[in-house]
């Protein structure tokens, strides 16, 4: 047998377990496709990376010149996960994501283990109830935040508004919530606290409008027999487009509510789900 034939034959190692080349590379551990726009996947964790449920982080792949192509990714999994998920948008001509749509298991991205963001309960002051709302991929630290112990630990209740175009995009949001009532470490702290508000604007489905409308008609408050937003009870978190975020802002306002920060908590935060109108 030659040399050259001895090393065909050997057993190729499992891809996971190849050891990452890239700068602060991880491995793809799963990957799945929702809409032709929108998938999720999960990567290692590296062992020293610590963060607060809601941040985000840099993540990409090289560029055909060997250079980082590095974006801005909300960490979607719970700060308790041994993995890090992620759900991502699509763009088709987008210089990172028209690549990151093709991940398989086993490749490697790049993560830059520097976790940073707004949407996190220090941000806040206590309160009764916390309204996450978010429209399109915004949904991504929320999917975080949902599965943290603490937010059940911090609140009576726990509203998700969510609002897509279309209901296919609500799936991968709709099928975490739905997972939540059997997840061992937080299903019975989720029981009757965690109140889901998905709606879509341009297909019919059981809800339907812009977040925007059904809280300024008070629509939201009536379906789910809650009062009116009360600066003294109720905690906001805003993840959207540039317009959503400035129109949710001015609702939130005028219910009272205040923006706060990591230096100043208040009453709501706000993070960008994407720079940029239009794809
Ligand atoms: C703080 C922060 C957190 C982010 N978290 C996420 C996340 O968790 N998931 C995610 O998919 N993206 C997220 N983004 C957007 C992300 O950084 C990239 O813009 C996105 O991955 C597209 O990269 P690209 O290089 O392909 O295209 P880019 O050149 O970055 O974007 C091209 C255009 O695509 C549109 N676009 C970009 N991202 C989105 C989006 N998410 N939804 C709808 N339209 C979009 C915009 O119009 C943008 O101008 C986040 C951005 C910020 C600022
Ligand atoms: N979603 C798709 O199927 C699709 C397909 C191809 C291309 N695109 C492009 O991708 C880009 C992003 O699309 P997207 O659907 O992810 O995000 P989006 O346009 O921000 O819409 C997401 C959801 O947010 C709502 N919304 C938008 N602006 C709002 C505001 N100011 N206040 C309250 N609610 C608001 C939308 O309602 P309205 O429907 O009422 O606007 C929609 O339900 C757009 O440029 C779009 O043209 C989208």
């Avoid at 976790?115 to 949904?139: C, E, N, Q, S």
């Avoid at 604007?201 to 009360?230: C, Q, W, Y």
Wanted: aromatic residues 8%; hydrophobic residues 40%.
């Amino acid at each position: 047998m030659t040399e050259a034939s001895a090393v065909t034959d050997a057993p190729a190692p499992p891809k996971a377990a190849v050891k990452p080349h890239l700068p602060d590379a991880q491995i793809v551990t799963s990957v799945k496709h929702w809409t032709d726009r929108l998938f999720s996947f999960r990567v290692t964790r590296p062992k020293s990376l610590r963060f607060r449920s809601g941040e985000f982080v840099m993540i990409g792949l090289l560029d055909d010149r060997g250079k980082p192509l590095l974006r801005a990714y909300s960490i979607a999994s719970p700060s308790w996960d041994e993995e890090l998920e992620f759900y991502s948008i699509k763009v088709p001509d987008g210089p990172l994501t028209s690549r990151l749509q093709h991940i398989q298991v086993g490749d490697e991205i790049i993560l830059r283990p520097k976790p940073v963001g707004t949407l996190v309960h220090d941000a806040l002051l206590p309160g009764r109830r916390i309204w996450f709302l978010a429209t399109g991929t915004g949904i991504a630290p929320f999917a975080s935040l949902m599965r943290d112990p603490e937010t059940y630990e911090k609140y009576d209740q726990v509203i998700m508004m969510h609002t897509c175009r279309e209901k296919a995009e609500l799936e991968y949001g709709r099928q975490l919530v739905e997972s939540l009532k059997d997840d061992p470490l937080i299903g019975e702290m989720v029981e009757g606290k965690l109140l889901y508000y998905p709606t879509t604007t341009r297909e019919e489905s059981p809800h339907m409008g812009r977040i925007t409308d059904n809280l300024t008609s008070g629509k939201v408050f009536a379906d789910l027999g809650i009062p009116p937003m009360d600066p003294e009870e109720d905690r906001a978190m805003v993840c959207g487009s540039l317009a959503f975020n400035h129109d949710v802002k001015a609702v939130l306002e005028k219910f009272g509510l205040h923006e706060g920060a990591n230096s100043e908590p208040l009453e709501y935060v706000v993070e960008k789900a994407f720079v940029g109108d239009g794809i």
